[in-house]
């Protein structure tokens, strides 16, 4: 017999009975009835009842075990009488009589409980994640996980394409976030940066006459932390193509996301096929460009009915300023004052002065529109308005004023927390949209300049046409998202792979050529020599498990996160260097006085 094992925990079952098993794990609890004792055996694949009686050589090592304990455990296999089967078990009914017993390490006294999933402080979590990890709910995460990353590589091989590496010391690279760098011992006063994204190589990999490139890619950008992306590193299923348009990687990549929910949706509904939303009209319907459409509130615009209205706030705003615009948010069921009352505090807490309201009552054969607004722009304007988006009595529509682009994603925020509140989100689905038509640019207030609103290697469309002959901040790029459930999940576009539209498309975001070649060089010199056009995307594979995994958390679905202090509490990373170390990498500190 195996030294530690003839079965794991979870495989015994009556086709055993009578046979003599070897057991090794972990001690779940130990539960005393009557000078019985009961363990419950648990390893990676499930649990088992051990029984060890009075008589038994093995109950006095039985009565020292505690919980996480490993032991091993010789034993008879026998069949649960039918009052003490346990159905929720697939070892359920049959237990193992214990009749040796060795205890393979002892356990300390446990900083955090391992059995069942109460709170517990997160410091406490993450220093003793080992421990954190042998919690249920947390180690099904991590190999709901493992699972996923698997149908991710099986369906991309399925889909023709081979999985490469690509480095990990590269060159720095204007993703839009901080590098971690890396001081070079070799080359004094040189760094290595650690990869934002495989963003370049991926494209020389096409220019290398590569066809299809994927990769599970480990990616690091020195950026706050928060709930929906990890301090310091985080991975994506990384993707490319040659020769193809965005509606070849829209549905290349399409089947399978989609095979890729399905497989873990646990039933749920998952979109069949996904709707492409051009941005500018999910900024106007939603507030966003990575909408929840389980949500179905859609904004419109009714800036003509208060245009000249008794209520002056908005009218005169309209009279102006030609940009201003109204927009309106239905909200279904939410036809009484307590709750427009609650939504207007909620957007005072969000230091807004307020949002305006109207809601509908039953007058009779007649319905009224209630509240300061209908009564200061009168029972015609209120009545187009309902007509207008559709609304009834018990119905109640919020509004918000101004530039458009100050005030959208208040609106979609007040979108969101109409749909919560009014409990209009269908929580057990999984709705996916491409999010497609990005602008190419965007006005940076802070530096007063033309910079790039989304990937800078994106192809802008209408390519050198565009570029030499509109307005910068009207084109649009080939550049597409993928959403889910109010999360961008990937993030593509085709790429620029003409030397002279790159060069050009840079200097209008104030980069000129020679700091392109400089920063770029390989990439620009490898576009002299024959790139083919190409296109790809990534999408954010700690997202995807994310919400398959039903959690709000990315700490809940990785194995060993960082706090959100950027620290890793386990391991005690960061940590100071020794002055060995600084000397050999000629690096001196100036840190900053206390």
């Known amino acids: ?87 929720n078990l697939p070892t359920g009914e049959v237990e193992v009589f214990a009749r040796e017993i060795e205890v393979l390490s002892k356990a300390s006294e446990l900083p955090l409980p391992v059995f069942g999933e109460p709170d517990y ?62 001081p070079s011992r070799i080359h004094p006063g040189q760094f290595y940066a650690l990869p934002q994204a495989p963003q370049q190589y991926k494209q020389l990999l096409m220019v290398s006459g590569f066809d299809k490139y994927f990769q599970i890619a480990p990616c690091f950008r020195d950026e706050d932390p928060r709930a929906d992306r990890l301090p310091g590193e985080f991975y994506q299923l990384d993707l ?135 009564k200061n722009i009168g029972p015609e304007r209120t009545d187009a308005i309902r007509t207008q988006m559709g609304l009834d009595d018990g119905d109640a529509c919020f509004f ?26 269908d929580e057990d689905r999984f709705e996916l949209a491409w999010i497609v038509d990005f602008p190419f640019y965007e006005f940076n207030e802070e530096e007063k300049k033309v910079d790039f609103s989304h990937n800078p290697f994106s192809m802008p469309q209408g390519e050198m046409d565009a570029l030499e002959n509109q307005d910068p901040l009207t084109i649009k790029a080939y550049q597409y998202d993928l959403v889910c459930n109010g999360f961008e999940i990937a993030s593509g576009g085709i790429r620029n792979h003409k030397p002279e539209t790159m060069v050009k498309a840079f200097e209008i975001a104030g980069l000129p050529k020679d700091v392109v070649e400089e920063r770029f060089g390989g990439l620009y010199r490898a576009f002299q020599y024959g790139a083919p056009p190409h296109g790809g995307m990534a999408a954010g594979v700690d997202r995807v498990v994310m919400l398959l995994c039903g959690t709000r958390n990315l700490r809940e679905i990785t194995l060993f996160p960082m706090n959100q202090q950027a620290s890793d509490l386990l391991m005690g990373a960061p940590s100071e260097a020794e002055p060995r170390q600084l000397r050999e990498l000629h690096v001196r500190l100036s840190l900053p006085k206390e």
């Not at 032991?71 to 003490?84: C, F, L, P, Q």
């Not at 099986?154 to 590496?165: I, T, V």
């Not at 609650?342 to 309201?357: F, K």
């Open 1 to 87: 017999m195996h030294a530690y094992r003839s079965h794991s925990c979870a495989q015994l079952s009556k086709t055993n009975v009578g046979e003599t098993a070897r057991l090794s794990g972990w001690v779940h609890r130990v539960r005393d009835h009557g000078g019985l004792l009961f363990i419950d055996l648990r390893d990676h694949y499930g649990m088992t009842q051990v029984v060890a009686d009075p008589d038994s050589p093995a109950f006095k090592t039985a009565e020292a075990v505690r919980g996480e304990w490993v032991i091993r455990v010789d034993g008879e296999v026998k069949a649960r009488s039918e009052e003490t089967v346990n159905t």
């Open 121 to 182: 402080p997160e410091d406490i979590r993450l220093k003793y994640r080992f421990l954190d990890l042998r919690r249920e709910t947390l180690h099904a995460n991590i190999m709901k996980r493992s699972a996923i990353i698997a149908k991710m590589r099986a369906e991309m091989a399925g889909a023709g394409f081979n999985e490469f590496s690509t480095p990990i010391l590269t060159a720095s690279s204007p993703e839009g976030a901080r590098d971690f760098l890396v």
């Open 240 to 374: 490319e193509m040659s020769f193809v348009t965005q509606d070849d990687v829209l549905s290349t990549v399409e089947p399978v996301m989609r095979n890729v929910f399905e497989a873990f949706a646990d039933g749920k509904p998952v979109t069949e096929s996904f709707p492409r939303i051009a941005y500018a009209d999910a900024i106007r319907k939603y507030g966003s460009d990575k909408p929840d459409l389980r949500n179905p509130i859609e904004m419109q615009a009714v800036t003509e009915h208060f245009a000249g209205s008794g209520f002056k706030v908005f009218a005169g705003m309209i009279a102006s300023d030609p940009k201003v615009e109204i927009w309106a948010i239905p909200a279904k069921t939410g036809g009484s004052r307590a709750f427009c009352d609650r939504m207007n505090s909620w957007a005072q807490g969000e230091g807004q002065p307020g949002l305006g309201y109207i809601f509908w009552r039953g007058e009779g054969e007649n319905l009224e529109g209630a509240g300061p607004l209908a």
């Open 400 to 425: 918000v004023a101004g530039l458009p682009e100050k005030f959208a994603s208040f609106a979609g925020a007040a979108r969101d927390r109409a749909g919560a509140e009014l409990k209009l989100i």
